[in-house]
């Protein structure tokens, strides 16, 4: 078997699940690149883009296909954390309390617009994120594995939204921005939806989910890799270190570790998605948009000459030069 690659069953496995997706969804490849690296490196995401670009029908249709189970959260000023994940109920014929528990006790998890709700019902989804746990009357009760959230943001309405506190965005492993279709996926978009429908075929089941995540874990990263990881963040943080002085004044807070954590994961579940068990730097550059973008504190200054994060980053990529591509050779030694 050649070194370089993973096994054959794995491989199929991932073409599999793509394909039956590909068969609902029509383009927006990115973005489901991105879900896919997102549930491999067990990480979640935050996904901004306006309504109607498939955001749901893709989570929906990707757990069919796992045979896992989804729930959909909209998320609205007066929600309450036990609407999340679940609270006691008095029975009064035998007289005695039962746990009914919440929505987020599923395996891939939509949490619709969820900068409408107010800070603690925010709290209490990030850290069932986090805990992959939730507490009610003093008992613990663990979500499903895998687990997955996807919390989408709409950019055109304001009003009426909780802006998500920065410790709370950091607990996202990627925020994705979703764009239109071209004219030609639209026009299949249509076609789809008005013709016949598609019905999905679970072709894996949640336990070969969690295979393929931990095949994802032992995809080979180079040490030069995450040192280049490392170097990226630092450069949010502390910019003149890196010979980007320049870039001082318009950052506030740089990204945290848990970047530089998402980077290497990141790295090795796009690997292993690209049919290699070792990690090349265009793995892990591919992603450092996605995973920085929403970790990085612009200043007053930046903002008002009309700097963006995904300006910012590109400026530190320019400057931060990726590890050499191993060669074949040396990738399979390493393996």
Same mark, same amino acid.
């Given at each position: 078997m050649n070194a370089s690659a993973p096994d054959a069953t794995t491989a199929k496995l991932m073409e599999q699940i793509l394909y039956e997706v590909k068969r609902v969804v029509v383009g927006q490849d990115r973005f489901l690149e991105r879900v896919m690296v997102a549930m491999l490196a067990q990480g979640h995401l935050l996904v901004e883009g306006v309504p109607g670009l498939a955001k749901t029908l893709t989570v929906k249709t990707?757990?069919?296909?796992?045979? +896992?189970?989804? !729930?959909?959260?909209? *998320?609205? /000023?007066?929600?309450?954390?036990?609407?999340?994940?679940g609270t006691r109920v008095y029975n009064q014929g035998t007289g005695e309390f039962?746990?009914?528990? +919440?929505?987020? *006790?599923?395996?891939l998890l939509l949490a619709d617009e969820i900068n409408r709700a107010p800070a603690k019902v925010q709290s209490a989804l990030l850290e069932v994120m986090q805990e992959r746990q939730v507490t009610i009357a003093g008992?613990?009760?663990?979500?499903?594995?895998?687990?997955?959230?996807?919390?989408?943001?709409n950019p055109i309405e304001t009003e009426g939204t909780y802006p998500l506190p920065e410790a709370q965005v950091d607990r996202f492993m990627m925020k994705v921005l979703v764009d239109y279709p071209t004219e030609e996926e639209e026009y299949v978009i249509a076609e789809r939806v008005i013709g016949p429908k598609v019905e999905v075929t679970a072709v894996a089941t949640t336990w070969q989910l969690?295979?393929?995540? !931990?095949?994802?874990?032992?995809?080979?990263?180079?040490p030069s890799m995450l040192q280049y990881a490392v170097k990226l963040v630092s450069a949010t943080r502390r910019p003149e270190r890196h010979g980007l002085e320049e870039l001082r004044r318009f950052i506030t807070f740089g990204a945290s570790p848990r970047a530089t954590i998402s980077l290497a994961?990141?790295?090795?579940?796009?690997?292993? #998605?690209? +049919?290699?068990?070792?990690?090349? /730097?265009?793995? #892990?550059?591919?992603?450092?948009?996605?995973v920085l973008r929403h970790r990085i504190v612009l200043s007053y200054e930046a903002?008002?000459? +009309? #700097?963006?994060?995904?300006?910012?980053?590109t400026q530190i990529m320019s400057r931060v030069p990726a /590890?050499?591509?191993?060669?074949?050779?040396?990738?399979?030694?390493?393996d």
């Open positions: 990707l757990a069919a296909t796992v045979q +896992g189970n989804f !729930k959909r959260i909209q *998320f609205t /000023p007066d929600l309450v954390p036990a609407d999340l994940i039962t746990t009914a528990l +919440g929505p987020v *006790f599923a395996n008992e613990s009760h663990r979500v499903p594995d895998p687990f997955l959230v996807m919390a989408t943001q969690a295979a393929l995540q !931990k095949a994802a874990r032992a995809v080979y990263l180079d994961e990141g790295a090795r579940a796009l690997a292993l #998605m690209r +049919g290699r068990n070792y990690a090349l /730097p265009e793995d #892990m550059s591919d992603l450092v948009h996605d903002l008002s000459e +009309g #700097m963006d994060a995904d300006a910012l980053i /590890p050499a591509r191993p060669l074949e050779h040396e990738a399979q030694a390493a």
